[in-house]
């Protein structure tokens, strides 16, 4: 007879090494659309068909499985790093500490999306399996790490659910922040602004005034409104702030066009049109309540329009589409004045030497505090009345 209480895991190098159903029956069991496009089967092959990870890019493929009875239960997108690129929960410090000291940081396993700071479940379990699945995937990742001698494995940008589950089960909690806008079941964009001061009110509404006037048109366009040309500049828009922000770009332009075959009904471009030439744009991500702003760029310098295009625009398609809120990317005090707010973010740290476990660890507890009093405090300075019905 066949034990069906038995775990199996399995690691993959690469997705096209397991079912799309297979996989996205754990990481989005719905069928509408999915809460987390990111851990989708299809984008995750697309970085891996477009090369934008893999070989050569310092994120090889080690994606877990876990099956009970022949049937996968739980699955994890996981990469082995030489680097530590493309986080946005870095580790620098650790690894010059540790490589200081003697060690060898890299590489190090790291259970996340690559290039995508947006807070999602990285314990992706069939429904009715979590604690199960959840439990065999952590097991996986630690005897993975500890078999090949690594130094460590990282979950970033998991949940808050998950973040406290690995507390509990002995690794290392980090918090970090990011700004995110929520709808607090707003009619219009009008409604939003009479929640703000009125001083920040008249700020944005001046800044889309000035966007606005750039000399063009603004196009929302998903699904098959997405043509080939759009990814034509928006390639070269991407490049621009890639080039600026990372030195080279992360995604290769064969990504994109795994996304125009794959992606368009997830994806939403604001694409701004000036005398029959596009000018600058956005690419977001569409989750079930969620809007995830992900890439900006530009040929042209136009006041104002990376607030309008970015944010403003974000929230006018979350607010005509029901969603609950706008996640803008990482970084960026700028966008407290534009509604978003302050929201943690959670990861997860094994570390085998525990001399040096101990040392992050005295390190974690003061960096939490930290964030959470930084928090408290941008909260406090946050663009909202802070009497209701104040001016």
């Not at 996981?78 to 870095?90: R, T, V």
């Not at 005034?209 to 998903?222: E, K, S, V, W, Y």
């Not at 075959?261 to 690419?283: K, S």
């Amino acid at each position: 007879m066949r034990d069906d209480t038995r775990i199996e895991i399995d690691v993959l190098d690469d997705l096209s090494q397991i079912e799309a159903a297979q996989w996205d029956a754990c990481a989005c069991p719905s069928d509408d659309r999915p809460h987390d496009p990111f851990t989708t089967h299809r984008f995750l092959s697309a970085l891996e068909r477009s090369g934008s990870v893999g070989r050569g890019t310092g994120w090889q493929a080690r994606h877990l499985v876990a099956r009970a009875g022949g049937q996968v239960i739980a699955v994890m997108p996981l990469y082995a790093k030489g680097h530590s690129q493309g986080e946005y929960i870095f580790d620098h410090n650790w690894a010059h500490a540790y490589e200081q000291a003697g060690g060898r940081y890299y590489p190090k396993l790291q259970a996340a999306v690559p290039f995508t700071p947006a807070t999602g479940r990285r314990f992706l379990c069939r429904p009715g399996q979590e604690a199960v699945g959840q439990s065999a995937l952590l097991q996986g990742l630690v005897q993975l790490a500890s078999e090949n001698e690594l130094s460590s494995a990282h979950v970033t940008f998991c949940t808050q659910q998950e973040y406290e589950a690995g507390g509990a089960a002995g690794l290392l909690q980090r918090t970090g922040q990011q700004f995110h806008w929520f709808n607090r079941d707003y009619a219009d964009f009008d409604a939003f602004l009479a929640d703000l001061s009125s001083r920040k009110r008249k700020t944005i509404r001046k800044e889309r005034r000035t966007a606005q006037d750039f000399g063009g048109t603004i196009h929302l366009l998903t699904g098959d409104q997405i043509e080939p040309q759009h990814w034509d500049a928006f390639w070269q828009f991407y490049q621009d702030t890639g080039a600026r922000k990372w030195g080279t770009p992360y995604l290769t332009r064969a990504f994109f066009e795994e996304a125009h075959a794959t992606l368009r009904d997830d994806i939403l471009l604001v694409m701004c049109e000036r005398e029959g030439r596009w000018v600058a744009g956005a690419m977001n991500m569409i989750g079930a309540d969620t809007l995830y702003g992900r890439y900006w760029g530009c040929v042209e310098d136009h006041p104002c329009l990376h607030f309008e295009v970015c944010y403003y625009q974000a929230i006018d398609w979350a607010l005509a589409h029901g969603l609950s809120r706008v996640e803008a990317g990482a970084q960026g005090e700028h966008k407290l004045a534009r509604g978003y707010l302050p929201t943690p973010t959670y990861s997860l740290h094994w570390i085998a030497d525990p001399g040096f476990r101990r040392a992050v660890e005295q390190y974690l507890e003061r960096e939490r505090a930290a964030v959470d009093e930084e928090i408290e405090i941008l909260t406090e300075y946050g663009p909202f009345r802070k009497v209701q019905g104040e001016d």
